[in-house]
T-cell receptor, first 116, second 115 residues
Framework: AQKITQTQPGMFVQEKEAVTLDCTYDTSDPSYGLFWYKQPSSGEMIFLIYQGSYDQQNATEGRYSLNFQKARKSANLVISASQLGDSAMYFCAMREAIDSNYQLIWGAGTKLIIKP | ETGVTQTPRHLVMGMTNKKSLKCEQHLGHNAMYWYKQSAKKPLELMFVYSLEERVENNSVPSRFSPECPNSSHLFLHLHTLQPEDSALYLC??????????????FGEGSWLTVV
């Protein structure tokens, strides 16, 4: 079974609109971390935002916020006021402890294209 | 300026060549990683080093040979590669190897083409 699911392979959004990128996860461990990364066509994987499973509030970092719905096992990334430079692949990832192994598990990614 | 730098950014090599990818992190981290990203595939973890000791090798063929001379530098030595090894190779680092909140920071990647 998929541990991390990103259901949107691709999205087109008009510049300056808000964007929501979906991510659902599957774990039975009460302690886990959720991450979002951005990968432009140049290749670099850029860390955007982190949410811990015990965090009471949704994480925010500038124009990025994480809509964390624990009961639904959902960790959607919201980008406010999108810009042309936001066009990239976006990956959701989860870190949990499995037999003391803290490997990062990745989703398949969503390709976001911002239209001028 | 990125905290993790990789060189070269692009590399084309023949199947009989020997080359190396270099990674340097300026973040004072204790753990370093090599990942492989092929087209249409999820990111694959290749090797993990913690305090210069290799702690994970995820069934990577021996034609890939990592080296970690100190906590700031990581190399990936390549020899007798196959065309299917063509991919983006990403180096990364984190404060430690353990902990669910340990953020991994990546370099810009090295695009490798094997001809």
């Amino acid at each position: 079974a998929q541990k991390i699911t990103q259901t949107q392979p691709g999205m087109f959004v008009q510049e300056k609109e808000a964007v929501t990128l979906d991510c659902t996860y599957d774990t039975s461990d009460p302690s886990y971390g959720l991450f979002w990364y951005k990968q432009p066509s140049s290749g670099e994987m850029i860390f955007l935002i982190y949410q811990g499973s015990y965090d009471q509030q949704n994480a925010t970092e500038g124009r990025y916020s994480l809509n964390f719905q624990k009961a639904r096992k959902s960790a959607n990334l919201v980008i406010s006021a999108s810009q042309l430079g936001d066009s990239a692949m976006y990956f959701c990832a989860m870190r949990e402890a499995i037999d003391s192994n803290y490997q990062l598990i990745w989703g398949a990614g969503t390709k976001l294209i911002i239209k001028p | 300026e990125t905290g993790v730098t990789q060189t070269p950014r692009h590399l084309v090599m023949g199947m009989t060549n020997k080359k190396s990818l270099k990674c340097e992190q300026h973040l004072g981290h204790n753990a370093m990683y090599w990942y492989k990203q092929s087209a249409k595939k999820p990111l694959e973890l290749m090797f993990v080093y913690s305090l210069e000791e290799r702690v994970e090798n995820n069934s990577v063929p021996s034609r890939f040979s990592p080296e970690c001379p100190n906590s700031s530098h990581l190399f990936l030595h390549l020899h007798t590669l196959q065309p299917e090894d063509s991919a983006l190779y990403l180096c990364a680092s984190s404060q430690d190897r353990t902990g669910v909140g340990n953020t991994i920071y990546f370099g810009e990647g090295s695009w490798l083409t094997v001809v």
